[in-house]
């Protein structure tokens, strides 16, 4: 019988399956959206009930309507956004529904610690900022202060492939690459829950889940709902990792300066190293590859901010695209295409809900500067695009710096990557060569390729990624005829967000 392998992902507006074979050739491939929910201003969670039925419905359309056989399916690895802290209680119960990296309703928490506490022997550590949302202990602690009956009830905390493992085999663990992101884990040194930060922000260690390699079993599939579609019971749910390490094995990024862009609700470039030194711009975590760290430069709604356009701005697009059968963004992309570089002098900051790399800013919001009446809409939509083009350069210039090497190109995935006018922008303004790859959902890829290790299919990480067929279907290089326009641009971007820095909190404030 055909050995085959499910890859879960959990990201930020849906949930991606895919199931390979032994040879890592896709098979088959579902994807079902969801919203994420927004209680109040600067909230941002997931329904957990909502997501669990996505990911039925996924594997229900995988196996009645693609034809997968399910009896083939020898293990399950997960991939997930990150973090989404989780709080379970004694009967497996979810007491808190995934609070996401954009959620800010912990910023009382973050600030108090940013001020009481020594952050660069935390970032020793830890080798990342605190930050409301982006780092769990913040969502712990309001957890903590906010409703210490859910604490004191709490048996566990974890983030979403706790969560997803909880679901599927009734046990819990969270991997390296996630613990990373909770500022409780010493991301160097032992890659361990530290009793020492535990104590320091007020966090009882036996909440913490068991630590796990991104290749271990969390447990065996017990989940009646997956059985009943055909899966084997007691087959391997392996815990896999955070959805950006995962997409980025698939993308062939197992080694020291290998690099690759994921572009989707956020964008992020991600570059592996076996050497543990960080930088403070950066969020930076264990790989899921052994003795490995990467580097990633996160922008948390670049991709968010085009899809806020597209429902705001164009609403007639999508009307439109429903009637033609063609996809809303196509619309979009062919306007963006109609404004010239530079936006008509319109430069996007892409920070919709706070910013993570490199500014670390829970106040930081979106902004349009130079709209004027000679301003159209596909001029801000085009800025959307730039906007982001100037924050991955920002960001690539930090990695060169820290790394000492200057990248000549990277590749791209994601569903931004789909985006050829995007994609050139990106090349424009970077001066790199972006290599497209041909490879529809990496995270959930990198999941299955995760489980395929875990069940003994694949020898190794490395073994697996090898086996990844990457077709490049386009070769972006940059167009030095926008050197110039892009140059001012981007010297406007640097200079943007430092002079309205103090604003952002003011007015929030009043």
């Known amino acids: 019988m055909e050995a085959y392998l499910l890859g879960i992902d959990i990201g ?11 040879q890592a050739n896709v098979l088959g491939m579902a994807i079902k959206e969801y919203p994420i ?85 935390v970032f020793e550590k830890t080798a990342n900022n605190v930050m409301s949302g982006a780092i769990s202990v913040t969502s712990m602690l309001w957890i903590k202060e906010e409703h210490p009956y859910i604490y004191e009830k709490t048996r566990y905390f974890g983030h979403v492939n706790t969560l997803m493992g909880m679901l599927l085999t009734g046990q819990y663990g969270i991997d390296h690459t996630n613990a990373s992101y909770t500022a409780l884990f010493e991301t160097v040194g032992s890659k361990q829950w530290s009793k020492e930060l535990c104590d320091l922000f007020g966090i009882d260690m036996e909440k913490l889940p068991p630590v796990l390699l991104s290749t271990d079993t969390v447990g065996h599939l017990d989940n009646k709902e997956f059985i009943g579609l055909g899966l084997p019971e007691g087959i391997p749910v392996i815990i896999g990792g955070a959805d950006t390490p995962c997409a980025s094995i698939t993308c062939g990024v197992t080694r020291h300066g290998d690099a690759c862009e994921s572009a989707g609700t956020s964008n992020v470039i991600t570059i592996c190293t076996d050497k543990p030194r960080f930088s403070k711009g950066f969020i930076n975590r264990c790989h899921v590859v052994e003795g490995t760290w990467v580097y990633q430069g996160a922008m948390s709604n670049t991709g968010a901010s085009l899809r806020w356009a597209r429902d705001e701005l164009c609403k007639d697009l999508t009307e439109a695209a429903s009637r033609s059968g063609k996809n809303a963004f196509e619309l979009i992309n062919e306007e963006v295409e109609a404004s010239a570089p530079g936006s008509n002098g319109i430069v996007f900051l892409p920070y919709m809900a706070g910013e ?43 990695a060169e710096d820290l790394t000492g090497t200057e990248y000549q190109s990277f590749v791209s995935v994601g569903g931004g990557a789909n985006s050829i006018i995007w994609s050139q922008i990106k090349a424009d303004i970077t001066g790199k060569k972006v290599l497209v790859l041909d490879i529809k959902e990496a995270a959930s890829i990198g999941a299955a390729l995760l489980a395929g290790v875990g069940c003994g299919i694949f020898g190794s990480i490395q073994e697996a990624a090898d086996k990844v067929k990457r077709n490049v279907t386009h070769v972006i290089l940059p167009n030095g005829a926008t050197e110039s326009v892009y140059e001012k641009g981007y010297r406007t971007y640097l200079e943007l967000y430092p002079r309205i820095k103090d604003l952002y909190q003011n007015y929030q404030n009043c």
């Open 12 to 22: 930020t507006g849906s949930v991606k399956t895919t199931v390979i074979d032994a």
């Open 356 to 398: 993570r790399c490199p500014i670390w800013d829970p106040y930081a919001r979106g902004v349009f500067f130079g709209v004027s009446l000679d301003s159209k809409r596909g001029d801000l939509l085009r800025s959307i695009m730039e906007g982001c083009g100037y924050g991955l350069r920002q960001l690539i210039g930090i």
């Open 37 to 121: 929910l927004r209680e109040r201003t600067g909230w941002a969670s997931m329904d957990t009930k909502t997501m669990w039925e996505a990911t039925v419905h996924c594997l229900k359309e995988l196996v009645v309507k693609q034809g997968i056989e399910p009896g083939n399916i020898r293990s399950i690895g997960l991939s997930c956004l990150c973090p989404g802290l989780t709080a379970f209680g004694e009967n497996n119960e979810v007491l808190m529904d995934p609070i996401i990296y954009s959620d800010r309703r912990s910023i009382r928490q973050a600030e108090r610690i940013q001020r009481s506490v020594d952050l660069d022997a």
